[in-house]
């Protein structure tokens, strides 16, 4: 028959070693928990850098782009549509007699340099197609709003032209 081993059982931890262990854990896990944390600053610290530079790039596209070929000849009807109704009011308030086609084409031309000019001018380009493509819309919205009171008498007066024309076509009745 064998003998009975008996068994020692382990030795229970003292409390004071449970606490050091557990707390050489929570620093372990501290740690890492700091990188992860130091990770999602230095994402976000990138996501905002990328953030402005797509915003600089976005806003010089934006600022570069102009006007499409549909928006130039948009903005073209615009300004003739104008300046039709422009020559209308201009010859009304004038009280001038019914004018010949010729005299009318050529108020209407003037009108239309006008509006160009004011154009230009408000948007700061050389041409009406370098006006940018975001500003379209108040392009078109500016030339809807100008009225003939925008002009100043010198620049509506009677071209040489225009009366040359009038004594042409007074000497051909």
């Given at each position: 028959?064998?003998?009975?081993?008996?068994?020692?059982?382990?030795?229970?931890?003292?409390?004071?070693?449970?606490?050091?262990?557990?707390?050489?854990l929570q620093t372990e896990q501290a740690e890492a928990l700091k990188k992860v944390i130091q990770?999602?600053?230095?994402?976000?610290?990138?996501?905002?850098?990328?953030?402005?530079?797509?915003?600089?790039?976005?806003?010089?596209?934006?600022?570069?782009?102009?006007?499409?070929?549909?928006?130039?000849?948009?903005?073209?009807?615009?300004?003739?549509?104008?300046?039709?109704?422009?020559?209308?009011?201009?010859?009304?308030?004038?009280?001038?007699?019914?004018?010949?086609?010729?005299?009318?084409?050529?108020?209407?031309?003037?009108?239309?340099?006008?509006?160009?000019?004011?154009?230009?001018?408000?948007?700061?380009?050389?041409?009406?197609?370098?006006?940018?493509?975001?500003?379209?819309?108040?392009?078109?919205?500016?030339?809807?709003?100008?009225?003939?009171?925008?002009?100043?008498?010198?620049?509506?007066?009677?071209?040489?032209?225009?009366?040359?024309?009038?004594?042409?076509?007074?000497k051909n009745d």
């Amino acid at each position: 028959m064998s003998t009975p081993t008996a068994t020692i059982p382990a030795p229970k931890q003292n409390g004071l070693e449970i606490v050091y262990k557990t707390l050489g854990l929570q620093t372990e896990q501290a740690e890492a928990l700091k990188k992860v944390i130091q990770e999602v600053i230095n994402t976000k610290q990138e996501m905002i850098e990328i953030s402005q530079k797509t915003n600089e790039r976005f806003d010089y596209i934006e600022n570069t782009i102009t006007l499409r070929d549909s928006e130039c000849t948009e903005l073209q009807r615009a300004v003739m549509l104008k300046a039709a109704e422009l020559t209308k009011v201009f010859l009304e308030s004038q009280s001038v007699s019914p004018v010949s086609k010729n005299y009318y084409s050529s108020k209407k031309g003037q009108f239309i340099r006008l509006v160009y000019k004011r154009i230009k001018s408000r948007f700061n380009v050389h041409k009406y197609t370098l006006v940018t493509h975001v500003e379209f819309g108040k392009a078109m919205e500016f030339v809807n709003d100008i009225k003939l009171n925008d002009f100043s008498e010198v620049e509506t007066r009677e071209t040489i032209k225009q009366i040359e024309i009038k004594q042409l076509e007074e000497k051909n009745d």
